[in-house]
């Protein structure tokens, strides 16, 4: 195809050249490099209200066993793993205690941290708490939620 004025071919240009295409990844690569950090700690602090939610279930199903069971329950604490107790033992096995639904691995889950005052929280057969107070602290990339327990093993915070 030629032009009328100078004579010279004039060609149909279709696409990006490669300095276009380039130019586009280093700026998505930049907004990449500013977001990701905010994203990252926005799932961290997910996984840490998520792991406050497991350990408030936990603290449901402990008090929910002991009135329903009219025995005493507690939630037993090892390193990050929790998991619900009744005692005497009623289930068929080996054993004092029967284990009230599934154990938690909250490092595994959430990966968190759990540090509890105590390594359980317990419940008598009315379902309140046997202390005065409990608290478990979960951490998890410098951000700590708390879960408190009243003397009468509500969730208070």
Same mark, same amino acid.
Do not use: C
């Given at each position: 195809?030629?032009?009328?004025?100078?004579?010279?071919? #004039?060609?149909?240009?279709?696409?990006?050249? &490669?300095? *276009?295409? &380039?130019?586009?990844? /280093?700026?998505?690569?930049?907004?990449?490099? !500013?977001?990701?950090?905010? @994203?990252?700690?926005?799932?961290?602090? =997910?996984?840490?209200?998520?792991?406050?939610?497991?350990? !408030? +279930?936990? %603290?449901?199903?402990?008090?929910?066993?002991? /009135?329903?069971? +009219?025995?005493? =329950?507690?939630?037993?604490? *090892?390193?990050?793993?929790?998991?619900?107790?009744?005692?005497?033992?009623?289930?068929?096995?080996?054993?004092?205690?029967?284990? #009230?639904?599934?154990?938690?691995?909250?490092?595994?889950?959430?990966?968190?941290? /759990?540090?509890?005052?105590?390594?359980?929280?317990?419940?008598?057969?009315?379902?309140?708490? /046997?202390? &005065?107070?409990?608290? @478990?602290? &979960? =951490?998890?990339?410098?951000? =700590? *939620?708390? #879960?408190?327990?009243?003397?009468?093993?509500? %969730?208070?915070?």
């Amino acid at each position: 195809m030629t032009s009328r004025k100078s004579g010279k071919a #004039v060609r149909s240009r279709s696409g990006f050249t &490669l300095i *276009e295409a &380039l130019i586009v990844v /280093v700026v998505l690569g930049l907004i990449m490099v !500013i977001g990701y950090p905010k @994203v990252g700690a926005a799932m961290g602090k =997910t996984d840490l209200r998520s792991a406050r939610t497991t350990v !408030i +279930n936990l %603290v449901a199903t402990a008090r929910a066993a002991s /009135v329903q069971t +009219n025995r005493p =329950t507690w939630i037993k604490f *090892e390193g990050n793993k929790a998991y619900v107790l009744a005692r005497p033992r009623k289930k068929a096995g080996a054993g004092t205690t029967d284990t #009230v639904g599934t154990v938690q691995d909250l490092s595994a889950q959430y990966k968190v941290t /759990v540090a509890p005052v105590l390594d359980s929280i317990q419940f008598d057969p009315r379902g309140f708490g /046997v202390s &005065l107070a409990d608290t @478990v602290t &979960l =951490t998890r990339n410098g951000h =700590t *939620e708390t #879960v408190r327990l009243d003397g009468l093993g509500r %969730v208070i915070k």
